[in-house]
């Protein structure tokens, strides 16, 4: 789910409920256990971006699903690179934000983003992801690079340029 900006969310319901850890900013407040941890997280809000593209954060990393990657990514008028990812997966969230990084840098001339294999496994399936994170750089439709692991910044970033021409 994309996100919009944040929230304090309390992963212990009946903690954030008490009184005593509202959250308000009165550090001289204790939740039960005395520790001082009133159990607060602070999490992303869903969004979109201005092309009506839901995103992954504030910038321009895109959601692609299986029922919008046949329109916003085989269909790009432009180079588009896509990590394949799921939330359980450490090295995913290691590249994560060389994924928002290079959305942020790369401008309106790609398309950055990235696919929830665990909610979207039809489309992995057909390009044959079996480890994550898997990154493809498509363009026109197809595949013209193809990343397994972990990957440098600056690579994706080549592949990228190198499918705009």
């Given amino acids: 789910m994309p996100w919009r900006g944040r929230q304090l969310v309390s992963p212990w319901p009946a903690l954030a409920d008490r009184p005593d850890c509202r959250g308000d900013g009165d550090d001289s407040k204790q939740n039960p256990s005395g520790n001082g941890f ?9 969004a979109t971006n201005e092309e009506g593209f839901t995103t992954m954060s504030g910038n321009n990393v895109h959601e692609f699903n299986d029922g919008n990657f046949e329109e916003s990514v085989l269909k790009s008028d432009k180079p588009v690179l896509v ?6 997966c450490g090295p995913c969230k290691m590249i994560a934000p060389t994924i928002e990084e290079l959305a942020g840098e790369m401008g309106q001339d ?15 399936a057909k390009y044959g992801v079996s480890a994550i994170p898997t990154l493809m750089v498509f363009k026109g439709g197809e595949v013209v690079q193809r990343f397994t692991g972990v990957t440098g910044k600056a690579e994706l970033k080549k592949a990228l340029e190198g499918a705009a021409v």
């Fill in 38 to 46: 009133c159990g607060w997280l602070l999490v992303a809000v869903p």
């Fill in 110 to 124: 790609y398309s950055v983003g990235k696919m929830n294999i665990d909610d979207s496994p039809t489309v992995p």
């Fill in 83 to 88: 990590d394949f990812w799921a939330p359980w």
